[in-house]
C-alpha cells in the first residue's frame, strides 16, 4: 500500500515513512492510494473472526508489505493482553441504545484502542534505532493513552501538549503524574487548537523536524485511523443488517475511521457527528460552511475543538480526489478564516452524515436521565452522542460510541447526579501522586526551544 497527500496525489510513501512522519511535508494529510472495498462473502468471512484476528485482516490492507499478517498478529495480541475484557471492546444494550464501549484500555478511553498498537510499531517497524522525539497534542485524552503506550520505550521521548486548564482534573492527573525518564508534560496557555496547530507548525519546519527526528500520534496519523476501523465492523456483525453510528466528534478523526469502513464495504447507513457547542463539524455538514468559531469551554472538554484537522481527509474525497482544490480550501482557511463548500459537495456529505449539536444542559440532563432510569453512568462526550441519536430518527438500529469512562469527569458526573464516581482500579491511588508538568506561553519558539533543550 502507497500513500499521497491531500494536497499532492502524485507523493509517493510507504506506510512506514508515513507512519513516522505523520503530517506529509506539503502540510497535508496522508491518504492511501486506493481503498479495497471487501464482497459480500469476505464481510460473511470477517464476522467470523474474533476482535484481533478481525483486526489482523482490516490493518494489513493498509500495512502491507512493511508489516505481513503475522507481525500484526503480534502486535495486536501484545498492545490488547491488558485491557479489561475479553473482546477488547463490549456491546451493551440499555433501551433502545446499543453502547459500544471503547474504553476498557489502560486509560479508560477510546483512544487505547489505537495508541497501544502504534506503540508497538515503532519497535515492529525498526524505527527507533535513532532516538525519536513524538510530540502529540491532546485535548484530555490522547495524552494519557500516549504516555501509557510510550513511557519507558528506549529511544523515544514523547512530549505531550495540553491546553492549560482547559481539560478536566483526572485527564490532567493521569498525564502528569505519570513517573518515566522519557515523557515531558506541557501546559500551553491556550486551547487545543492552539495545541495542533503548534505541532502542525512543527511538522511543517522541515528543518527542526529532521533535526530532532520528530513523529506525531495524533489522529492526523493514519495508522491512528487504521486501528479504529477495526471496532466499528466489529460492533456491526454484531447485528448484521444496516446501522447508523453516533460519534462524539471533535477532531473527526474517530467518525472518519467509521467513513473509512463505510469505503470498505460496511453497510453503514448514517454516520451521526455529535459536537458539543463547538459545533464546527454540525455547521458546515448542515451549512455548507467551514468557518472556525472562538471555542468555548463545555462540560465534554475532548471536544472543545473548531479546527477539526481530519475534515480534510472527507474534503479530498468530497472534491474528487482534487489536491488543487483541497490546497485551495486551506489556504482560504488559514487567510480567510472560512472556506464554503458547493451545493453538490455537501449533498456528498449528507449521504454519509448527519450532524446535531449537544448544549452543556442537554448533556447534563442526559447524563442524569440515563443514571436515574437505567442505573448507568455516562460521560459527557459519550451523552452528546446518546444525544444525537435520540434526536435522529430513522429506520436503522444506532450504535452509540462509548468513548471515556465516567470517572474521568468527576466534576460532571456530579453536577448531573449528585454523587461521584468510584475510581477504578487503575486509579485507586491516583489522588496521592505527585504532578509533574511545565506551564508554557502559546508561543511556537517557546515549546521549540523547551523541547531542544530537554533532548539536549
Known sequence: MNYISTRNKSLNFDFSSIFLRGLAPDGGLFLPKEINKFSESELKG????????????????????????????LLLDKAYSNFSV??????????????????????????????QV???????????????????????????????????????????????????????KIMTTCDSYNIYNIAVKGNFDDC???????????????????????SINWARIICQIVYYFYAYFQFSSKVNFSVPTGNFGDVYAGYIAKKMG???????????????????????????LKVKPSLSPSMDIQIASNFERLLFDVFNSDDHKVSKSMKSLSVNGSFKLEEEELKKIKENFIAEKI??????????????????????????????AYKIKNKSKTIVLGTAHPYKFLETIKLAIGKNVDPPKQFSDLSKKIEKFDIIDN??????????????
Do not use: W
Not at 98 to 109: D, I, V
Not at 196 to 218: L, P, W
Not at 365 to 376: A, L, Q, S
Not at 443 to 449: G, M, Q, R, V
Open 443 to 456: 508561543k511556537l519558539e517557546d515549546i521549540k526551544k523547551y523541547i531542544t533543550e530537554k533532548i539536549k
Open 118 to 172: 502504534i506503540g508497538l510499531m515503532y519497535e515492529a517497524l525498526d524505527l527507533n534505532k535513532k532516538k525519536i522525539n513524538i510530540i502529540v497534542a491532546t485535548s484530555g485524552d490522547t495524552g494519557s493513552a500516549a504516555i501509557a503506550a510510550l513511557k519507558e520505550k528506549k529511544n523515544i521521548n514523547l512530549f505531550v501538549l495540553h491546553p492549560h486548564e482547559k481539560i478536566s482534573n483526572i485527564q490532567r
Open 266 to 292: 460496511l453497510p453503514i447507513d448514517k454516520l451521526m457527528v455529535a459536537t458539543n457547542e463547538n459545533d464546527i463539524l454540525s455547521r458546515v455538514i448542515n451549512s455548507g460552511e467551514y468557518k472556525p
Open 46 to 73: 470477517l464476522s467470523e473472526l474474533n476482535y484481533i484476528d478481525l483486526g489482523v485482516e482490516i490493518i494489513s490492507k493498509f500495512c502491507a508489505p512493511v508489516l505481513n499478517k503475522s507481525e500484526i498478529k
Open 359 to 388: 448544549n452543556d444542559t442537554d448533556t447534563l440532563r442526559i447524563i442524569k436521565d440515563f443514571f436515574v432510569n437505567y442505573g448507568f453512568i455516562l460521560d459527557p462526550h459519550t451523552a452528546t452522542a446518546v444525544g444525537a
Open 196 to 218: 495542533q496547530k503548534a505541532v502542525k507548525q512543527m511538522f511543517n519546519d522541515e528543518h527542526f523536524r529532521e533535526k530532532i527526528n520528530m513523529s506525531g500520534v495524533n
Open 86 to 115: 475479553k473482546n477488547i471492546v463490549e456491546i451493551k444494550k440499555i433501551d433502545n441504545i446499543n453502547l459500544l464501549e471503547l474504553y476498557h484500555g489502560p486509560t479508560l478511553a477510546f483512544k487505547d484502542i489505537a495508541m
